[in-house]
Every structure is written in structure tokens, then in C-alpha cells.
């Protein structure tokens, strides 16, 4: 029972270290995700957006991504996903992205309902 008990407040402890680091983390760069997934930097910029979320930043000919870390994180799981729907083939790989689609939708949503609030609230 102890050991449970420890255990599950290492993995709390192991959490709220991996929030604090992504909280303090500022957004990536193409270089420094491509670095972190092990891939190259062509790959990062052929990945969807549903498959690995960016906002796009910069003017005039030059249009730079940068990534948020949380997003890095997630995006092996979303590689693998996506691959896998790739190989089953029949349109799978399009529903898949049509599902992160709607996953990234409904964040934007709660997002914009939490300034909404924040602001009223001020």
C-alpha cells in the first residue's frame, strides 16, 4: 500500500516537473523540433498541421513556423496515428486528420471561451 502511495506521488512529482518545464518553454523552432523527433527538417515542414500544430509567424516573403512544446510532445503518438491510418489505406488517413482537426477545433474553442471569461471577469 505504501508503495503505491509512493509511487503514485513520484508520478505526480514527475508531472508537475514535465508541466512546469513546458509552461516555462517558449515556443520551437523547425530546427529544434526536427532535433527532438529525430527527423529532418523537411519532415517537420511536411507534417500536417493536424499531425503537428504550428503557428505561423513572420511577413513579407518569409513565412517562419514555430511550435508550442506541448505539441512536440505529442506529435510521435500523432506521427504514429497517422501512419498507421496511411497503411490501412481507404480514406483512413484522411478521417484521421479530420479527427485531429476537430480535437485542435475544439481547443481553439475552449481557448477563446477562457479569454472570453478572463476578460469578463477583469
Known amino acids: 500500500m505504501i508503495e503505491a502511495q ?10 508537475d516537473a ?9 515556443y520551437l523552432d523547425v530546427k529544434t523540433v526536427a532535433s527532438r523527433l529525430n527527423v529532418t527538417r523537411a519532415i517537420v515542414e511536411a507534417l500536417p498541421m493536424e ?3 504550428y503557428v505561423p509567424y513572420g511577413t513579407g516573403s518569409r ?3 514555430r511550435y508550442h512544446p506541448a505539441d ?3 506529435a510521435d503518438a500523432r506521427i504514429r496515428g497517422w501512419e498507421r491510418a496511411k497503411r490501412e489505406g481507404k480514406g483512413a488517413d484522411k478521417r ?11 481547443q481553439d ?4 471561451e477562457l479569454a472570453r471569461s478572463m476578460k469578463r471577469s477583469a
Open 109 to 112: 474553442e475552449a481557448a477563446i
Open 51 to 53: 499531425v503537428l500544430p
Open 6 to 15: 509512493e509511487r503514485l506521488l513520484l508520478n505526480q512529482r514527475a508531472l
Open 18 to 26: 514535465l508541466k512546469a518545464r513546458i509552461r516555462n518553454e517558449s
Open 96 to 106: 484521421y486528420l479530420a479527427t485531429l482537426r476537430a480535437e485542435l477545433d475544439a
Open 72 to 74: 512536440v510532445l505529442a
Open 63 to 65: 513565412v517562419y513556423r
